[in-house]
């Protein structure tokens, strides 16, 4: 008896229903990216482990998917390595490719390798899927699309600004109601200098971002797990809690990192990009949280998550400020600063709060019903002009009962079906028939065309 066949755990099929809705995701964000004049780019779904390792931080390494070689690739080793079982080594070995973790660094890359075509400012919009090999839960997968849009060669806040209205802009768009949260990697790395661990500011960013997934008292263990005292655990904890209005934390900020050169400068833009974004009228709240830390290694200034109020899941779009990033890649002094809108965990919002406009998931507009060989050329002639129109029309390619056409017509939520027969190719006209409330009327293809358009 064959296998049932399945898929792999954190990955998902989508019917055409739900590809209709995902469409409207991916349609929306691009049409706000040409808006704010991005350009779109594609790079391969893999790339070189040399690319991809080191850019993540030890975490994310982790959850890169590697490629095995093909060919013999247990020729180059030996007994001893292969009886080790040192799978991280052994990796190392035998994958030189791995499947993409985000679409950043793959831009970067991109960006060194590309560096005589482009014109800076570059900002470019890229919407494709990316892998994490994490523990599949609700709102977490494997495979998931990222919508991103960046702009490297610039240092201006204005570019902060501008994407904080895309950000604003999007979600205005889809109807969910977000909280967009800001903070600043500076401002992080002065609070880690003021509490005396400055030297320990990746181990302390990594575990207060966690704050809302595992909470104070276990963010403080992670915290003195990886070394850090009790001292400076103390100092930290009246800082993450910040409460207050913006601008009140960013007072006490000014005061709390007096000492701190690039504390204050983290303060210093933030204020810049909160200030700008006051005259804007953003429909969403924006809001300063000392928490967030992005766990990413490659941020560098202002960051960013936006979190859903209605509905209970992870960030739903991301980004920041990331200065260094070309520099791996042999390209220094190439600032850059980005956003990526998490498209499968807005998918799974907007299906929770049903926000998505019935012209969304339309399919086939008008059905036409298939009576024999004769009446299917005629109806042929007719569907090229419907179609011509605008209006999304099939004919069943089958002559059977008609009890089944419409039972096809009814399950695929048809709203129009067109009969022909001996008498109306006679007359050269159609019987249509509203699926809705059953009323039918004999038209010609021109007047059939104005009763479907709206």
């Known amino acids: 008896m064959a296998a049932k066949p399945c898929i792999p755990k954190g990955t998902r099929d989508f019917s055409p ?29 893999m790339e070189m482990l040399s690319t991809l390792m080191g850019k993540y931080g030890e975490e994310g390494d982790k959850l ?53 075509e482009l014109v800076f400012p570059f900002k470019r919009y890229q919407i494709q899927p990316v892998w994490r090999a994490d523990r599949p839960q609700k709102g977490r997968y494997r495979e998931f699309y990222q919508c991103d849009a960046d702009v490297v060669g610039s240092d201006s806040l204005l570019n902060e600004v501008e994407l904080m209205q895309i950000v604003d802009t999007v979600f205005s768009r889809f109807g969910i109601r977000v909280c967009i949260k800001i903070n600043n990697r500076k401002i992080l790395t002065g609070i880690a200098e003021i509490i005396g661990e400055a030297d320990k500011i990746v181990d302390i960013t990594v575990a207060i971002d966690k704050l809302d997934k595992i909470g104070l008292d276990n963010v403080n263990a992670e915290l003195r797990g990886k070394g850090i005292s009790e001292e400076a655990i103390e100092k930290l904890q009246p800082i993450i809690l910040l409460s207050g209005t913006n601008d009140a934390k960013l007072g006490v900020l000014k005061q709390v990192l007096a000492a701190s050169e690039t504390g204050l400068k983290g303060v210093e833009e933030v204020e810049f990009i909160l200030s700008a974004l006051k005259n804007l009228d953003l429909k969403n709240e924006i809001e300063l949280d000392l928490t967030l830390a992005r766990g990413l290694n490659y941020y560098t200034g202002a960051i960013f998550e936006v979190k859903a109020l209605d509905v209970q899941i992870g960030s739903i779009t991301g980004g920041g400020r990331y200065d260094n990033l070309t520099g791996v890649f042999g390209m220094a002094g190439v600032s850059g600063v980005g956003i990526s809108f998490g498209a499968d965990r807005i998918f799974d919002v907007l299906n929770q709060l049903d926000l998505y406009p019935k012209e969304a998931v339309k399919g086939t507009q008008l059905l036409f019903i298939n009576f024999g060989e004769r009446e299917a050329a005629f109806s042929l002639r007719v569907l090229s002009q419907v179609r011509a129109a605008g209006i999304s029309a099939e004919i069943y390619p089958d002559c059977c009962k008609m009890k089944k056409q419409m039972s096809y017509a009814n399950a695929q939520g ?39 358009q709206p």
């Open 17 to 45: 229903v739900e590809m209709a809705k995902r469409n409207y995701i991916f349609d929306t964000i691009r049409n706000v990216y040409h808006l704010y004049g991005f350009r779109q780019i594609e790079t391969p779904a």
């Open 414 to 452: 048809v709203p129009f079906v067109a009969l022909v027969g001996e008498n109306e190719m006679a007359e050269g006209k159609l019987t249509l028939k509203n699926m809705a409330t059953g009323e039918q009327c004999l038209l010609t293809p021109d007047e059939l065309v104005k009763a479907i």
């Open 64 to 116: 890169l998917f590697k490629i095995q070689n093909s060919g013999d690739y247990f020729s180059g080793l030996t007994d001893e390595e292969l009886l080790s079982r040192n799978a991280p080594k052994l990796a190392c070995k035998f994958c030189e490719k791995g499947l993409r973790y985000d679409l950043t660094v793959p831009f970067a890359r991109y960006v060194v390798m590309h560096r005589d």
